[in-house]
């Protein structure tokens, strides 16, 4: 007898093809639908994300000024021992001034100048003054070359010259990440700067240090204001929440200088202050270009984004969770630590990460308010890319910085929990 309930063959879809054929090629159509959805987002997280910070991290090792501006120079430099205290010989200097020829007419040595000089300074200017002399010399009739290169300037006819030259020849280089951590890259390896140069470690720890201060004064002064917003009838909490996003509506710009104005000695504070007795007159309180000037204008600007996530935390907190551990002879501190303290931490810790990471990064109000004592890494960053131009120790400092915050980021993920981190 013969069975006919089995079939023979693959399983045809409605328009007689494979099912499984049919199923692959409704699959592909609905990623593709999915991915055109979301393309000009990933376009956008492309280049305005992952490619600048690409380019940092490229930046902050590309060393090619040199070799390209006097290839025939670090070529015979790789043939002098440079601890060897000798200068090098002829053969360098007349690759120098067919190098140098070269570069004076592309009106590349000065650049080179400059790059020079972030590492030893007065290399700018003795390239600058070298050219206009250089540039007289024929490199095919006027050998040797070595006794006129040093009569141009002497020194021409100092190994510690030549050194730097050679030490920064490199394609990519560490010289850059040295700097920034105060170190600086010699031909007999890494050294400390000397200390009247040191002051980018400085920087850093002082960025963090008051980076961790605001992160708590907003937490100390966010707090309260959360939970009144969250707890509060909703006519009154509405207008305490426009007086949180009233800030939103003001210039940065505007805010920081009200607070320069403020903190000054002859500022409205001070004014209130002897006003009330508090401080004599000739002893006025100094709370600008200072550390403090700047924790106060910065928590201040901050704050809502403090209070913002914990407020939105505390919403989803029921009260009858307190009534419940007040019915089982809890005091009100103790349901308040026990019950809706822990409940509220998530949005705690995700006002902490926002407020630490924004403020670690700050410029404009450490610029204004700070002076000297009170600016940031990211002071010296901008100062590097806008005034110095040497964007590559700029640009290391950014690595550096950013490597700082995700090395924070996953320890507060070992420790709390990312998980456990609401915005509501």
């Known amino acids: 007898m013969t069975d006919t309930s089995t079939q023979s063959g693959p399983m045809l879809a409605a328009d007689g093809t494979p099912l499984k054929k049919s199923l692959a090629r409704a699959l592909r159509l609905q990623k593709m639908r999915a991915l055109a959805l979301i393309a000009p987002l990933l376009i956008f997280v492309l280049v305005s994300f992952v490619i600048p910070i690409g380019s940092m991290l490229f930046r902050s090792v590309e060393n090619g000024s040199v070799a390209e501006t006097l290839p025939l120079t670090v070529a015979e430099l790789q043939n002098w021992d440079a601890t060897s205290g000798e200068l090098p010989d002829e053969a360098l200097y007349a690759a120098f001034t067919t190098d140098m020829v070269a570069a004076i007419e592309a009106k590349k040595h000065t ?37 006129k290169i040093i009569d141009i300037d002497k020194k021409w006819g100092d190994v510690e010259t030549w050194q730097v030259i050679k ?69 009154t909490a509405n207008v305490l929440m426009i007086l949180v996003l009233l800030p939103f509506w003001t210039s940065l710009l505007v805010r920081t200088s009200a607070w320069k104005v403020m903190l000054q000695q ?25 550390q403090l000037g700047t924790i106060i204008a910065m928590t201040h600007i901050l704050l809502p984004f403090m209070i913002l996530p914990m407020y939105s935390v505390m919403q989803t907190i029921k009260p009858t969770y307190l009534r419940a551990a007040k019915s089982m002879g809890a005091t009100n501190w103790t349901a308040f630590w026990r019950v809706y303290f822990p409940l509220s931490v998530p949005g705690i810790g995700a006002g902490s990460i926002l407020v630490f990471i924004l403020s670690i990064g700050y410029y404009i109000t450490p610029e204004i308010v700070g002076g000297t004592k009170g600016v940031f890494i990211s002071n010296r960053i901008a100062y590097h890319i806008s005034s110095s131009l040497n964007w590559g120790l700029a640009a290391a400092l950014g690595t550096i910085l950013l490597a700082v915050v995700l090395v924070l980021y996953w320890a507060y993920d070992k420790i709390v929990g990312i998980d456990n981190v609401k915005l509501g």
Not at 114 to 121: I, P, Q, V
Not at 178 to 195: F, H, S, Y
Not at 198 to 222: A, E, H, N
Request: proline share 4%; glycine share 6%.
């Open 167 to 235: 030490t920064h020849s490199v394609k990519y280089t560490n010289g850059y990440f040295l700097n920034a951590i105060d170190m600086q890259r010699t031909v007999e390896g890494a050294k400390a700067q000397p200390e009247d140069k040191q002051i980018l470690i400085k920087l850093f720890q002082r960025t963090l240090f008051m980076s961790m201060v605001i992160t708590v004064s907003c937490i100390l002064l966010g707090y309260p204001v959360a939970w009144l917003l969250a707890n509060l009838p909703a006519r």
């Open 111 to 147: 650049r080179l100048g400059s790059r020079l000089n972030y590492e030893h300074t007065g290399m700018s200017s003795l390239f600058r003054k070298s050219g206009r002399q250089i540039k007289k010399l024929d490199p095919a009739a006027d050998a040797p070359f070595k006794d």
């Open 266 to 290: 002859q500022g409205v504070i001070n004014e209130v202050l002897v006003w009330l007795g508090i401080v004599a007159d000739d002893a006025r309180l100094v709370m600008i270009n200072n």
